[in-house]
Structure formats: structure tokens, C-alpha cells
């Protein structure tokens, strides 16, 4: 990806097809084909970040919803509705969340734990790490799925769509790059304060809409408080790692996105 973090004085305007093939093209493995990688491109394509989630949510939901046409148990939709979601992004968000958990829990220097997070293995806190977001994901779709395939199918795409406005809020300003190359330099602050927030604005209504529809108003302040509730988890783990990296890479926004997209899970099954 080509382009700089003060690439902002960039006067380029992208089209919103551009942006929305930057969001599928590089967050799904989709065959999206990405006509341009420089600053305008990302920063447009950050803010359609939380399409390209819808998009993986809906494929995930229809994954777990042939199994229970099949008869299958609502365990094991859960089970299909997190797979699904891995292969669509190619493991992209789960491998970035092993790095920083490696990266955290070796509580070396900065330079140091950013070398650890960038080698291939994945060390005893990423392994940790992952199994406690994985089985908490598909212990929490398997409840909403004994609920109702409905509630499931919601909370499968809610749980993307959140992961990915997560994404969308990292890369607002003041949020600098750990590293000046690479995925995370070349998002990092991209998007302007105004547009994020609204972003956010608007992927909170329209989740405490569709909540509304499907759950009265009940499922309303549901499914707002797990987009909200995923956004704050999100952020508390976003600070910490500008604390101890000095800035974000490509692997803290993954851990970011799986942290928010597991919160909204959790915060979803409380209280039904």
C-alpha cells in the first residue's frame, strides 16, 4: 500500500465505488479488485469499513442458518456462523489479535514487543488469546441461537458490523502509526473526527433500529448498547496499545476489531 500518513494534503476525492472496493477488497477475501492504495483511497475506504462487516455478518448468518435447516444443533451454527467469519477475512482480525496479545503479554519495551508481534509464530499469550475470543464468540451466538435463528442471524451481523466500525474509528486522527510502513501506517488517521462520528452514528441507529423491528423496543436499547458496549471495549484496548507500542499497526486494528465484534456478542446476550 503505497502512500504516507501525511498523505491528508492529498486532494484526490474518491468516488464511493472506490471506497466500498477498498473496504471489501482489503478487509474480505472477496475478489474485489482495489484500483488504488494511496491516502484518499484508505481514508474512503475506512469509512465503508462497516459494509464490508455487514457483508461478512450476512454470509456467516446464512452459514449457520443452513445447518439449522439441516437440524443441526444451534452449537454447531455457532460454531459455522465464527468460521465463516475467519475465512471470509482470512483470519486477518484473529492472527492481529494472537500478535498484540503477544506483543502485550511479553511487557518488553516497545521496539521490542512491535519485533515480537511482527514474527510468524504465535507465542503462548496469542494461543491463549484466541481460544478465550473464539469460545467466547461461539458460546455467545450458540445462546442467541437457541433463542431464535432471528436473534442469531442479528447478533452474527451486528457482532461484523460493529468489529468493523471499530476499525473505522481507529483510524481517526490522533491516533498515530507504531511503524512508519505497512497496513497500519497507511490507515492511521485517515479519517477525519467528523466522519468517524458519523459512522458511528449511523451504524448505532441503524442497529437500534433493525433491533427495534426484530425485539420492541427492548431489542432497540439491546442493540444499541452492544454497538456503544463493543466501541468502548474497542477503545480501551486501541489506548493501551498506543501506550505500550507508541501508535498502532495492522495487527492492533485486528485485535481492536475482535475485541469490539466479541464485546457486542456479550453485551447481546445479557439480560434476554
Do not use: N
Request: hydrophobic share 55%.
Amino acid at each position: 500500500m503505497t502512500g504516507t500518513t501525511g498523505g491528508d494534503h492529498d486532494e484526490r476525492r474518491p468516488g464511493r465505488g472506490e471506497g466500498v472496493r477498498f473496504a471489501l477488497g482489503t478487509l474480505t477475501l472477496l475478489p474485489v479488485r482495489v484500483a488504488h492504495w494511496d491516502r484518499p483511497a484508505a481514508r474512503s475506504g475506512m469509512c465503508w469499513a462497516p459494509l464490508a462487516g455487514l457483508v461478512v455478518g450476512v454470509l456467516a448468518a446464512a452459514s449457520a442458518g443452513l445447518l439449522l435447516l439441516g437440524g443441526a444443533p444451534v452449537a454447531l451454527a455457532a460454531v459455522a456462523a465464527v468460521a465463516a467469519g475467519a475465512v471470509l477475512t482470512r483470519g486477518l482480525h484473529l492472527d492481529g489479535l494472537a500478535d498484540v496479545a503477544d506483543g502485550l503479554g511479553s511487557g518488553k519495551p516497545a521496539a521490542d514487543a512491535l519485533r515480537i508481534m511482527k514474527q510468524s509464530d504465535i507465542g503462548p499469550f496469542g494461543v491463549i488469546a484466541l481460544v478465550l475470543v473464539v469460545l467466547g464468540q461461539v458460546a455467545a451466538l450458540a445462546a442467541l441461537y437457541a433463542d431464535s435463528w432471528t436473534s442469531g442471524a442479528a447478533g452474527t451481523v451486528l457482532a461484523a458490523v460493529t468489529a468493523r466500525l471499530a476499525l473505522t474509528l481507529t483510524a481517526r486522527p490522533g491516533v498515530p502509526a507504531a511503524r512508519p510502513t505497512g497496513l497500519g501506517a497507511a490507515v492511521a488517521g485517515a479519517v477525519p473526527s467528523g466522519a468517524a462520528l458519523g459512522v458511528l452514528v449511523l451504524v448505532a441507529a441503524a442497529s437500534a433500529g433493525v433491533g427495534g423491528v426484530l425485539d420492541g423496543p427492548g431489542g432497540a436499547l439491546r442493540a444499541l448498547a452492544a454497538v456503544l458496549g463493543g466501541c468502548l471495549v474497542a477503545e480501551g484496548l486501541l489506548r493501551h496499545c498506543v501506550r505500550r507500542f507508541g501508535g498502532v499497526t495492522g495487527d492492533v486494528f485486528g485485535g481492536v476489531a475482535e475485541a469490539a465484534g466479541t464485546a457486542a456478542l456479550v453485551v447481546l446476550t445479557l439480560g434476554r
